[in-house]
């Protein structure tokens, strides 16, 4: 038996293998399953854009908190006060920090 892979499947990597899909059913379209789900969606307008820049505070705190989940320490939510301290050093801290955590992979 040949295991199934979900890096075969590109945008559709979530789908149940096991799932069974009628001619017309409403997920995810008539055409079958993993049929260009994502061709539904217009391109974006950079007219439309919002205009909000986002605190350097928030950047770091962001930044952080993706770097962590990289590293394979996913933030648990009481953890968020500590990080939000932790962003509040200086940019070259966090900087250093996020460095040490790159090079712990």
């Known amino acids: 038996m040949t295991p199934w ?8 990597a979530f789908v149940d293998p096991y799932a069974v899909f009628s001619r017309d059913s409403v997920w995810p379209g008539a055409e079958g399953p993993c049929e260009d789900i994502d061709s539904h969606l217009p391109p974006p307008d950079p007219a439309r854009r919002l205009g909000y820049i986002l605190d350097p505070h928030d950047q770091r705190r962001l930044a952080l908190h993706a770097t962590l989940t990289a590293a394979g320490i996913p933030p648990m939510p009481e953890d968020r006060a500590v990080i939000d301290q932790i962003s509040a050093l200086p940019a070259d801290v966090n900087d250093v920090l996020q460095r040490w955590l790159h090079h712990a992979l």
Do not use: I, K, V, Y
């Not at 892979?5 to 559709?12: A, F, H, I, P, Y």
């Open 5 to 12: 892979n979900s890096e075969t499947l590109g945008s559709c």
